[in-house]
C-alpha cells in the first residue's frame, strides 16, 4: 500500500501534484470564476462578514498564517489567525458578522473542535477545511470545502498542508469575488496562476536529490534554523515543525526581521540555517531585505542554506547551498517552497535511524487536549 515508497511520507510528497490539481478541480470554470457550492453561506451573508478569524493545530495553524496574507490582499477583510488551543480558553470577540475559518486534516482534533464550538455558541459562522469526509469538524460547521489529498498515513503533514493552502486561497478569492474587491482583474490573474501550480510542484519534486544530500550530510547537527519573511515566515516554521517531529533536532523558524532581535545571537560557525526568499519581482522590497539578512548571518558564520527562485542570482554570493524552485506569485510560493523542506526533514530523520511515518511520542490525530 505504500505504492514502491519505503515510507507513506515519501508517497504521500510525491502524491503533492495530483493533490493539489484534485483539490482545484471542478471549483475554477473555464472563464476563470470560482464555483465553490460546498460552501453553504450564501453570498450575501459573506459579504457582510467583517472579520475573518482562523483556528487550527501545528501544522493546519501554518497553513491559516499564509491564508491571512492572502485574504487579507483579496478581500481587505480583517484576517486573525489563532492557535485553537488558546482561542478556546480566552474570550474572543466574535458575532454574526464573522466568519470562522477551522482548518483540520482530520477534522477530529479536539482543540479545534472546541474552538469551533466556542464559536459557534458566540453566533460566528463556521466554515471547515478539512481532508476527511463526514469527519466531526466538518458536521459541526456552517459549511465544508473539502480537501482532496486522499488519506494522509504519515503522522507528519505534507499533502494535506499543501491542499489546505490551496482551499485557503480558493476561499479568500471566493470572498473577493463575491465582494467584488477592486482586485477582481488579479483575482482573475490568480486563479490562472494556481490551475498552473500542480505543475510548478511536480518540477520541484523532480529535482530533490541535491536536497536529500545536504540533508545526510547534516545528520549530525544538534539545531538548524529558518528564516523567512511574508508567507515565507510560516513556511520557516513548518520547515522547523516538520524538522523536530522527523528529526527530533532542535528546529526554529522566525521572521528574519526578527534577527536582530534576539535570534541572531544564536548564530555560531556552521550552524545550518535556511533561508525561504521570496521572489524578486513583484514586491521586490522584501527580497532584497532578505539577501541582506542572508548576508549578515553568513558574515557571523551560519551556512546558508537558500531556497530561491529559478534565475535569482542575488542569492548566489552569500548562498552556501542553493535550492531551486519554480516562479510563482509571491502569495503561492509556499506552494513550492515547502516541498523541499519536507523532503530535507524526511531524509534527515532517515539519516538519523528516526522512524518516518510514525514519530516517537506523535499522534497522527490528536483528539485528547
Ligand atoms: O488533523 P489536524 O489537521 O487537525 O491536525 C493538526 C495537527 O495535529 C497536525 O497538523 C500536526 O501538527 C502534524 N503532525 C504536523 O505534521
Redesign the pocket.
Known sequence: EKGGYDYFMLKEIAEQPKAVADTLLGRIDGAGSLTLDEVRISAAELREMDKVVIV?????FHAGLIAKYAIEHWTRIPCEVELASEFRYRDPILDQQTLVIA???????MD?LMALRHAREQGAKVLAICNTNGSTIPRESDAVLYTHAGPEVA???TK?FLTQLVACYLVALYLGQVRGTKWADEIRDVIRDLSQISGAVERVLETMEPVRELARSLAHKNTVLFLGRHVGYPVALEGA??LK?LAYMHAEGFAAGELKHGPIALIEEDLPVVVVVPSPRGRSVLHDKIVSNIQEIRARGARTIVIAEEGDEAVVPYADHVVRIPATPTLLQPLVATVPLQVFACELATARGNEVDQPRN?A???TVE
Do not use: R, W
Not at 103 to 109: A, C, D
Open positions: 487550527a493545530c501545528g501544522t493546519a482548518i483540520s486534516q482530520s477534522g477530529e482534533t479545534t503522522v507528519a503533514s494535506a515543525l516538520k517531529e506523535l497522527k490525530s490528536v
